[in-house]
């Protein structure tokens, strides 16, 4: 069987759709929206179909399981889409005994010298004695046998030397001797007996750990002691001597191979033993729920406090929750477990779950000082019953009140049998002050790693209250210590360290302990178990028109067919009762008497009759029997609440029909009659005199009937789970809406959890039964609960579309058999399913008789679970005081770092994961619980470099007092009431735009952005003082890592949504500034010695700008000289001196050297003081072969004058100094504020890397091309320039690098500068040095690079011829991996980048002599003409159309794709005064069939056109044959204008009439197919503008990045054969489990045909990436392939979903993010930059990306990016998977240097750049004795494709000696000599690019050639596509690889057929193995293939 594995990775993807899914809830037949008549069974034609729904499994969907099934064992799975198997499985399981161990030998260890020790025998003998006196010991319970443990048991946590000493004092009996011995520990003491003691404890905890985990019993109690939580690993503490619980987990992981286990130590003393034992073990998750009092308690550790979380993999595995006051109550304990425990341990899933249970926290206790009620263990323990299937093992730990311990362990006990939970006799109030700090202390810690910790929103601490809007609170948390820093003393008293009791104290606990023993004492339990009722006359009922009506007889006959089958009916304990009708005055206690008047006719009627008089009603049909059995429903319900309320039964359950829960008081409704469960409630408050009922109502469906007869009544609890869908689904009605709540005396009691969106599940349903219902119901404190128990939520229920699992429903039951004295009631309701609803309500039975359910899946609740339940929450907390932990967090780290105990590092909260049947790609704990340090689960926005612990400490006030070995730190805690401004239109819009949207809405006005702009935080900072070191830690620097960050969209986020849109809110006003020039024109020639004769001065560079317009443009400022203080703080005396030698004509000194320091300086002060945003400085060079010993560093000069006198602290300076070995960086060796990154040309020995943080390039010019110095700066300068985050730049450049080689052109200086100008807010200075190349081409060299600088400053488009794209040299590949091994460790970026693991392997080589430039390397460059920088007659154009605002969702007017998307853009340019500087395009261009039949078929285009005349019925209809889009009768008209708008922008900007563009359309494009609408979109508009431009421009390059959060499949598929595109998607993927769901958008898709390579995907497999992971994509894929390819445009498919408060994409990009990569992206395609409006949904965040892009696109400063910005590890797996696939195709990516031939070998003239179609090549070697000639040959031969072939099966030639010549044979090259001796080296492993393996454990599998040979020739089995094959060597069928479907992996996945042979180049892959293999196994096959494809023998065969 097909078999995947628990975390859901065969789940269907995740549909693109708005919080309700309009397909899923037509399915679910709630009715046309047009007529509003269907009810809950929808029209009956539809009925039969509905019924007929099951789930199915798409290829795709398979093709993920293949993929996970390769690393997971068959065990490891579970079979997939079967709802039902785990309740299958557990058929036969039933409740098995509850095992106890304890043996009176334990008591014999005492206190020799202290009577009154708290740890003594009677503790032991206590309990023993109340439980026998209870009964339950020898009569309920198996004993097992104490023993000892062996010493292999006790070594396997404990050193050899403890285990000696415990042994040893079995000889000693001297009370002195053990005392002073016992002194040497902390709180010990010892007894000859001790030892025994110790070891009977631990055997014994042992034996009955395997008892329980082999399934021998179900459960059981430990009664040992000495306690053991504290036992450390080589040291006695704390009473403790061995650990128990330490030694029984360690047991179950390495002897029972567990791999999850949950530990609940709630012990009032912290178990630290247990803790430091599993600290890193991600296996053991470890709660503990202990007094602490800001460490003031014993143990008096810093490590027990909430941010203690666990280290390296186990990090997020240990939750510490302080209780820092005492007196703390039940309330306090019961929030403990319902906000942190249960939801952690659900997600968690753990096979085994062991207690600590020390009884210590219990009333009584001078311990623990806390009011926690024996009884309430029982309730404790109940809940953790419903984990690991009930595998649950309690081990006694301390409880020195011999009362309350006695009491304590005998509720746990008897919750162990499964005995009813007592009541508590206190009520359960709010919890207290100090715990809702600790618990809101640790979700703060905790939520990065857990999902389910989501229900507390995020504010940052720097922005300020909003003036107005929705009351929030704030919380900040805080460090507090008061324990000990010092060293331990060297000995401990012995004597009275117990608390004594004064006796009126003792009376007083006596008394209340008496109390509670007596009303909280569970009495005699009742004969029966359960009860159940049935009468099959029930089935009478059915509809006479439609035979398969969802409410249908065959609903209670299967269900009581599967109780029968589950051996439920037959079990003792259980009994059935006889059916009764209810009499009329019990039917009268809620419905009128006219409706039973009516119900009584109906017997009497025709068929005719009743059809006519159902019409009347809603969603009923009637038959003459359906009085009478609604009369049986109701009156069999109420036998079942008679036998639990008598105490005849514990439970009962009826199963019954019709169902109830719609029926009004006065009618019936929604295929219900008599309201069952109102029926029961009302007869059990009159008739049983109770006072307080709990109704739960689970159905799918709003139980109206319920609601409205109880909505008064204040006696009577009603709490309904349902979906709402907005008021769309059944019933219908606002009533069903969390915000009615009851009224009069009822207020409050009406709790409503509607959902508004299909789909949900285990996850949603336990959320919301831990978060809400459980926390009223025991504050309600119910006598008895009945469930409304309607099933029609389950996994393939026609009507629910639900996904909810037998075992979750039986989960709920049993978390609600702890409330009213277990006595539950459940009453058949909905459920449609026969399968699904009579498996359901058996596990529901099941649950009641305490029998072990199986585990749910670990998800967690999706976004739209979440924003209910806290909506729910929100509303209800002012009725329900429990419901009190609706706070906002902080989003920054303020926690107080290095307090001597590593707190860890912070992160905010989530909005739930995008499904509940989706695993999130980065895994939860529960999901991997052994993989590494990356953070199991993160949230948005990310805490700056969490896994480092770096970030913001901006708290309250934090002090330190320093005493003797003591350490107090204060911290002020506060909770902010908070006022949020709720976002308001403004003005500025265009008037027609905005009446045009309200118009088309239906009055529904569109919401502008918000202005975001941040206010001053009133927030001061954490200032934390160490007395004990005098040094003050400061908060850390901000950093902009952004792992597994998220972001949501719900009211609780608003605070970090703001944060996150400030920075681009506070950009409105910043616009572009000038460009300046300051240079000196007039200097004393006499003096320029280089000048006089050369055509490079000033003067000619000056002359040459004019002539190209562009001097004319600049700001000139007039330099000033350097003064001598300037100079003087960088250089000494003596140097100044040297540079200003005495002119030779003159009889002053020379002032060049202090003139052109002066020059720099006078620019960047100019930028500074805005004169400028940028500039330009040219300055005279000097022969400084005659002025070396005086030579000026004018960079150096200026930029530490600028740091001193405008307080700059980052400064990023970038020299290329040609051949010079002086670099600025010997001037800032040791300054962290200045960043010096050199590139110098050596002669010799290269330039060695300088210390510190600076970055030297040392390179050789001979061979160096414009790609070799965009890979320098795109793969290392720009990511540590980001990562540096600079607030100034300078460039300080000589043009002579372009003289060292002809492949540079001085065009580059164009797009270096371009690339730089995206950082430090444009803040560029570049400093120009001329004069030093001589004239002629020299001169001119300087001239042209000094114009393409300008051009780039001033924003110019530059036109120019590219040199041919070719592989990087040598000397670059070798320099960028030398940085990347020798700066990694100081820069994050480099140590996190996609080519580290090839550094990595680096060796430094030695350079050859580079002489300097020849004549030979210099070349006559193409003047730079003035109409190759003419940029069109505006700037950027922008387009919309007002009319695509008719295309809008009918059904679901929240949908995300709407109408306001265009009008929150639209506002927010224009607030920012965007639109003005635009030119509006004000007519589309006109598209038609010509234009969209280039991408889109004639069918497809029919099916558009048809729209325009269906019917809304048939739109609808047709809507479901499609992927998550909706349909109006305008689709086609506003999909029409989208495309032309984005044609007219293309157009303008083609045609020279723009520069750039922004296209504002919808609805997008993206995915549409070329013959199907997909996921919002119908013509795909960027594909359309792209074919167009091809076609009638005759463009042969278009550049394609999609950076939406979905990937792009319809435009990847509509050119993945085009090698005229080049597609390039940045998207979410989570292994094909996100939106669209296919395995199309991973890496390695890469094209097809021709195409190859010309398709780049770069699939993010977790939610939250951010900034620096989009960043690290654009540097170093995107970027790197865009300027090799280069694109004659660039077309933006900017979807703005991944953007910050997405309520789609989960990631947490930032709108200057955008505004960055827009930037990059102008340096391409000559500036024809084209903006794409795709998804984002998002109002707020998507207005301000829009804005940003478009201010970069008009080169605006963008707002810097967050300091240390660097990607996440998971960002980098992505990136460094990509780079491998596709450094074969682009050689910008290559920097292993084995793919493609480089120019250090080959010659570069028959190389054709732009396109990764063709390899070059040259003739092969001819002397195979030749190894020099061998090595060049093999480097000729690409060994990516070692055919010889390129992708698409061409000839490859080259214009060698030969000509060209066919790469024949398997390798390539010729079928003559030298081939045969590359052939004899494949063979020898020396052509595989990576060493195949010789063996593997699967070659056993390979099976001999059939007789009839091999066909390498032959097609695909599955799809006959014949591109790229494989055979496997087992069957020896042939299927495609995984570049074209995948056939082969998913065959050799499947049929375990791992070893499979490649028909292209004859390499042998085991997928198991995951390797390449090369053994004499194989050669056979190799040979037979061989023979066939080449025709003759393999050489040397």
């Not at 359910?853 to 209800?876: C, F, Q």
């Not at 997909?1574 to 792209?1586: L, Q, R």
Request: hydrophobic share 35%.
């Amino acid at each position: 069987m097909l078999t995947m594995a628990d975390t859901g990775g065969g789940r269907p993807p995740v549909r693109k759709t708005s919080g309700r899914n309009p397909r899923m809830m037509r399915q679910s037949s709630v009715g046309s929206v047009g007529d509003g008549e269907a009810g809950e069974g929808g029209a009956g034609g539809r009925n039969k179909r509905l019924a007929s729904i099951r789930p199915r499994i798409s290829i795709e969907e398979l093709r993920s399981v293949y993929r996970r099934q390769a690393s997971q064992t068959q065990e490891e799975a579970d079979p997939i889409f079967d709802p039902l198997a785990k309740a299958q499985d557990s058929m036969k399981v039933v409740r098995g005994k509850t095992g106890v161990v304890y043996d009176e030998r334990m008591a014999k260890h005492c206190c020799l010298w202290d009577e009154n020790y708290p740890e003594c025998p009677e503790r032991l003998l206590c309990i023993l004695a109340r439980c026998r006196e209870l009964g339950l010991l020898e009569e309920r319970c198996q004993r097992l046998s104490a023993r000892e443990a062996t010493e292999e048991e006790v070594l396997s946590n404990h050193a050899r030397t403890l285990f000696s000493l415990l042994t040893a004092t079995r000889a000693i009996t001297q009370p002195t001797a053990l005392e002073d011995l016992a002194s040497r520990f902390d709180s010990v003491y010892l007894h000859p007996s001790t030892c025994e003691a110790a070891l009977l404890a631990a055997g014994s905890t042992l034996d009955l750990l395997d008892e329980v985990v082999v399934g021998k019993l179900q459960n059981g109690f430990a009664l040992v002691r000495p306690p053991g939580h504290h036992a450390l690993e080589s040291e006695f503490c704390g009473f403790c001597y061995l650990n128990n619980v330490t030694l029984a987990a360690k047991r179950a992981l390495e002897h029972h191979k567990l791999s999850r286990i949950l530990v609940v130590d709630w012990d009032v003393h912290h178990g630290q033993a247990t803790q430091r034992a599993f600290y890193s073990d991600p296996r053991v998750l470890y709660f503990s729920i202990h007094r602490y009092e800001n460490g003031s308690f014993w143990p008096h550790l810093r490590e027990s406090n909430y941010d203690y979380a666990g280290e390296v993999a186990g990090r997020g595995f240990t939750f510490n929750l302080p209780l820092n006051t005492t007196g703390m109550t039940n309330s306090d304990y019961l929030a403990i477990f319902h906000q942190v425990i249960l939801p952690v341990a659900y997600e968690f899933n753990p096979e085994l779950v062991l207690v600590s249970a020390g009884y210590d926290a219990a009333q009584g206790c001078s311990e623990g000082e806390m009011e926690v009620s024996p009884g309430l263990y029982a309730h404790l323990t109940s809940c953790l019953m419903t984990l690991a299937r009930g595998k649950v093992l309690a081990v006694l730990e301390g409880g020195y009140c011999l009362e309350s311990l006695a009491e304590g362990a005998a509720m746990t006990l008897r919750a162990l049998l499964g005995d009813p939970c007592p009541p508590l006799l206190d009520p359960i109030t709010q919890p207290s002050q100090s715990i809702q700090e600790s618990i809101l202390n640790l979700i703060y810690v905790q939520r990065k790693y857990w999902k389910c910790l989501q229900y507390q929103g995020s504010f940052s601490v720097q922005e300020m209250a909003s003036k107005a809007g929705v009351v929030r609170r704030r919380y900040t948390p805080s460090l507090v210590f008061h324990g000990n820093t010092g060293s331990p003393p060297l000995r401990y008293p012995t004597r009275n360290i117990h608390n004594v009791l004064p006796p009126n104290r003792l009376s007083a606990i006596k008394a209340k302990l008496a109390l509670l023993r007596e009303k909280e004492c569970v009495g005699p339990l009742p004969p029966h178990k359960l009860c159940l009722t049935y009468d099959a006359q029930m089935t009478r009922h059915c509809s006479l028109t439609e035979g398969e009506h969802p409410e249908r007889p065959e609903r209670i006959e299967r269900v009581w067919e599967c109780l029968k089958q589950y051996g439920i009916l037959d079990r003792a304990g259980v009994t059935v009762l006889e059916s009764r009708r209810a009499t009329r005055e019990e039917v009268e206690l809620v419905h009128t008497s006219a409706h039973i008047d009516m119900m009584g006719t109906i017997v009497g009627k025709s068929e005719e009759e009743l059809q006519v008089l159902q019409e009347g009603y809603k969603s009923v049909y009637l038959h003459p029997t359906t009085n009478d059995c609604a009369l049986l429903s109701a009156g069999c319900l109420l036998q079942v609440v008679d036998s639990v309320c008598k105490g005849e039964a514990g439970a009962g359950v009826g199963v019954i029909r019709p169902p109830g829960h719609h029926a009004e008081p006065h009618m019936p409704y929604g295929f219900c009659f008599y309201n069952n469960v109102a029926v029961a409630a009302q007869y059990a408050i009159t008739k049983h005199n109770l006072q307080r009922v709990l109704i739960l109502d689970w159905d799918v469906h709003h139980g109206n009937g319920i609601q409205h007869t109880f909505y008064s009544d204040p006696r009577v609890l009603y709490v309904s789970i349902h979906r709402y869908d907005n008021a769309i689904f059944f019933p219908s009605s606002e009533d069903a809406n969390y915000d009615h709540v009851g009224e009069g005396p009822g207020e409050g009691y009406t709790v409503n959890i509607p959902w508004n969106k299909s789909g949900m599940g285990d996850a949603e349903y336990i959320a919301a039964m831990v978060q809400v219902v459980l926390p009223v119901a025991y504050q309600f404190n119910p006598q008895l609960v009945l469930i409304s128990a309607g099933f029609d939520a389950a996994r393939g229920d026609p009507l629910g579309g639900c996904r909810v699992t037998p075992e979750c429903y039986g989960h709920m039951t049993r978390l609600l058999m702890s409330l009213a004295g277990g006595r539950l009631v459940l009453g058949l309701e909905g459920g449609y399913s026969l399968s699904a609803t009579s498996h359901s309500l058996t596990m529901c039975t099941k649950a009641l008789l305490g029998d072990p359910l199986p585990s749910l899946l670990p998800n967690t609740p999706n976004k739209s679970a979440v924003h209910t339940i806290n909506e729910v929450i929100h509303t209800h907390k002012k009725y329900w005081s429990a419901l009190c932990f609706q706070v906002d967090l902080p989003l920054e780290d303020v926690l107080a770092q290095g307090l001597g105990g590593g707190p860890q590092s912070v992160d905010s909260g989530v909005s739930g994961s995008d499904v509940s049947a989706t695993s999130s790609s980065n895994p939860s704990p529960s999901s991997s619980p052994s993989t590494g340090t990356s953070s199991p689960y993160v949230s948005a926005p990310s805490s700056p470099l969490k896994e480092q612990g770096l970030g913001e400490c901006d708290s309250g006030l934090v002090t330190v007092k320093s005493e003797p070995c003591m350490q107090t730190i204060e911290m002020r805690m506060d909770i902010e009431v908070m006022n949020s401004e709720k976002p308001v239109m403004k003005a500025g819009i265009p008037q027609d735009f905005s009446s045009q949207m309200e118009v088309s809405m239906k009055g529904e006005t569109p919401v502008a952005p918000a202005d975001l702009a941040p206010t001053a935080a009133a927030v001061q900072h954490q200032n934390i003082t160490t007395a004990t070191t005098g040094s003050k830690q400061k908060g850390r620097r901000r950093s902009g890592r952004q792992e597994g960050c998220s972001e949501s969209c719900t009211p609780g986020r608003a605070g970090r949504q703001t944060a996150a849109l400030s920075v681009a809110a506070a950009s409105k006003e910043v616009v572009r500034g000038t460009t300046a020039i300051a240079c000196i024109l007039d200097q004393c020639e006499t003096c320029d010695c280089m000048a006089k004769n050369s055509m490079n001065s000033i003067r000619d560079v000056e002359k040459r700008c004019r002539e190209v317009q562009l001097w004319q443009q600049c700001t000139h400022l007039m330099p000033c000289l350097a003064t001598r203080a300037e100079v003087l703080a960088v250089h000494t005396h003596d140097i100044l001196t040297a540079a200003s030698p005495k002119c030779v004509h003159h009889s002053f000194p020379s002032q060049q050297a202090l003139s052109a320091a002066g020059t720099v300086l006078t620019l960047i002060r100019g930028m500074m003081s805005g004169q400028a945003q940028n500039g330009l400085a040219v300055i005279q060079g000097r022969d400084k072969s005659t002025t070396s010993s005086g030579f000026l560093d004018n960079i150096a000069i200026a930029t530490t004058a600028t740091m001193a006198e405008y307080n700059i602290s980052r400064v990023l300076v970038v020299e290329w100094v040609g051949e010079d070995n002086v670099s600025t960086q010997d001037n800032f060796t040791d300054d962290p504020r200045v960043l010096v990154v050199s590139l110098h040309m050596h002669q010799g020995a290269a330039v060695p890397q300088r210390s510190g943080h600076n970055i030297t390039f040392s390179l050789s010019g001979s061979d160096l091309t414009s790609e070799d110095l965009y890979s320098l700066f795109l793969q290392v300068v720009l990511p540590v320039a980001y990562e540096f985050c600079p607030e100034l730049v300078i460039v300080s450049g000589t043009p002579q690098l372009t003289l060292h080689t002809p492949h540079l052109h001085p065009v580059v200086h164009w797009h270096l500068t371009g690339l730089l100008s995206t950082l430090a807010e444009g803040h560029l200075a570049v400093v120009m040095e001329v004069g030093q190349c001589g004239g002629g081409d020299g001169g001119e060299a300087v001239r042209e690079g000094v114009v393409a600088t300008l051009c780039a400053l001033l924003d110019k488009p530059l036109a120019h011829t590219h040199p041919p794209a070719s592989a990087l040299s040598r000397h670059v590949r070798a320099a960028v991996k030398e940085v990347l091994l020798k700066q990694g460790t100081r820069w994050t970026s480099l140590q996190h980048h996609c080519q580290a693991r090839v550094a990595a392997n680096y060796s430094p080589q030695k350079y050859s002599v580079i002489q300097g430039p020849t004549s030979a390397h210099t070349k006559h460059y193409a003047m730079l003409d003035e109409l190759s920088m003419k940029c069109g007659a505006s700037v950027v154009c922008v387009g919309w159309e007002e009319r695509t605002a008719e295309h809008w969702s009918q059904v679901d007017n929240t949908h995300p794709e709407r109408p306001q998307r265009l009008t929150a853009i639209i506002q927010c340019l224009s607030d920012f005064g965007l639109i003005q500087r635009c030119h509006r395009l004000k007519e589309c261009a006109v598209v038609g069939k010509a234009e969209l039949g280039r991408v889109h078929t004639a069918g497809h285009l029919r099916l558009m056109q048809s729209l325009r005349t269906k019917k809304p019925s048939e739109l609808r209809t047709l809507e479901d044959k499609y992927e998550s889009i909706y349909l109006t009768r305008r689709t086609d008209s506003a999909a029409t204008l989208a495309a032309g708008c984005t044609l007219a922008v293309v157009e303008s900007v083609v045609r020279g009439e723009s520069q750039r563009g922004v296209a504002v359309v919808r609805p997008p494009g993206h995915h549409a197919e070329t013959n199907e609408p997909c996921g919002f979109c119908f013509y795909n508009n960027v594909a359309v503008a792209a074919k167009h431009v091809i076609e009638v421009y005759k463009l042969q390059r278009v550049l394609i990045l999609d950076w939406d959060v979905h990937h792009g499949n319809g435009t990847q598929h509509i050119f993945e054969a085009d090698p005229k595109v080049l597609y390039i998607s940045i998207h979410r993927y989570d292994n094909a489990a996100f939106f669209p769901g296919s395995t199309d958008a991973n890496y390695d898709r890469v094209g097809k045909g021709r195409g190859r390579g010309h398709n780049i995907n770069i699939p993010w497999n977790q939610r939250g990436m951010g900034d620096g992971d989009y960043m690290a994509a654009m540097l170093e894929v995107v970027m790197p392939v865009a300027l090799e390819f280069r694109p004659e445009l660039v077309l933006v498919s900017a979807g703005f979903d991944a953007a910050v408060g997405d309520p789609l994409g989960g990631c947490h990009v930032t709108p200057e993010c955008y505004g960055h990569m827009t930037r990059l992206l102008t340096t391409l395609g000559c500036g024809r930059v084209v903006v794409v409006l795709e998804g984002g949904y998002n109002l707020a965040s998507l207005g301000y990306c829009v804005s940003l892009c478009t201010k970069a696109l008009l080169n605006d400063p963008i707002p810097p990016l967050a300091q240390g910005l660097t990607p996440s590890h998971s960002a980098i797996e992505t990136l460094t998977s990509v780079v491998s696939v596709h450094s074969k195709f682009w050689p910008s990516l290559n920097f292993k240097g084995d793919g493609r031939a480089g120019r250090d070998a080959v010659d570069m003239t028959g190389c054709v750049g732009g396109s990764p179609d063709t390899v070059p090549c040259t003739s092969t070697p001819t002397h195979t004795d030749d190894v020099a000639a061998l090595a060049a040959g093999l480097e000729q031969v690409g060994l990516s494709d070692n055919t010889g072939r390129d992708q698409q099966g061409q000839e490859v030639c080259g214009e060698g000696e030969g000509g060209c010549k066919e790469l024949e044979g398997a390798c390539g090259g010729s079928a003559g000599g030298g081939n045969a001796f590359l052939l004899e080296l494949a063979a020898a492993e020396q052509l595989y690019a990576v060493v195949p393996a010789s063996w593997c454990p699967h070659l056993d599998l390979v099976r001999p050639v059939p007789h009839t040979g091999l066909d390498t020739s032959a097609p695909c089995l599955q799809c006959q596509d014949a591109s790229e094959n494989w055979i496997c060597l087992t069957c020896y069928k042939v299927m495609c690889g995984r570049f074209v479907n995948e056939h082969m992996l998913m065959h050799g996945i499947s049929e375990e057929h791992y070893v499979v042979l490649s028909y292209s180049d004859l390499s042998v892959w085991c997928y198991a193995c995951d390797t390449y293999l090369h053994n004499p196994v194989l050669m056979e096959a190799k040979r037979a293939a061989h023979l066939n494809k080449f025709g003759e023998e393999m050489p040397g065969s």
